[in-house]
């Protein structure tokens, strides 16, 4: 069974950082890229973040570039996200999740190129 677990959600003031964590199990990690997403309330699910399967190649949402930055570790199976310089705008719930097998980092556009979504965590930034 694929799990996907984050962490490292909380309420932060404007211009704090946070830093999210996600541990994946039940898949064979080096086979998928992977990525961050967030949804606001009333809002729909966005792109944050990306990583190819060897992590040496990364895409960010213009909103959030030069502030957030994705890394993962083969070796403990975890993708995150270190997101420095928050806004009030920030706010959301963040969703890490697991690319298609074996699928072209640059392919991953949208939520319906991932198989497989964590439970999310909340961030919440204060002015």
């Known amino acids: 069974q694929v799990q996907l677990v984050e962490s490292g959600g909380g309420l932060v003031q404007a211009g704090g950082s946070l830093r999210l964590s996600c541990v994946a199990s039940?898949?064979?990690?080096?086979?998928?890229?992977m990525g961050w997403f967030r949804q606001a309330p009333g809002k729909e699910r966005e792109f944050v973040a990306r990583?190819?399967?060897?992590?040496?190649?990364?895409s960010y949402a213009d909103s959030v570039k030069g502030r957030f930055t994705i890394s993962r570790d083969i070796t403990k199976n975890t993708v995150s996200l270190q997101m420095n310089s928050l806004k009030p705008e920030d706010t959301a719930v963040y969703y890490c999740?697991?690319?298609?097998?074996?699928?072209?980092?640059?392919?991953?556009?949208?939520?319906?190129?991932?198989?497989?979504w964590g439970q999310g965590t909340q961030v919440t930034v204060s002015s």
């Open positions: 999740a697991a690319g298609k097998f074996l699928a072209n980092y640059a392919s991953l556009y949208g939520t319906q190129d991932y198989d497989y």
């Open positions: 039940g898949l064979s990690f080096g086979t998928r890229a």
């Open positions: 990583i190819s399967r060897s992590g040496d190649t990364t």
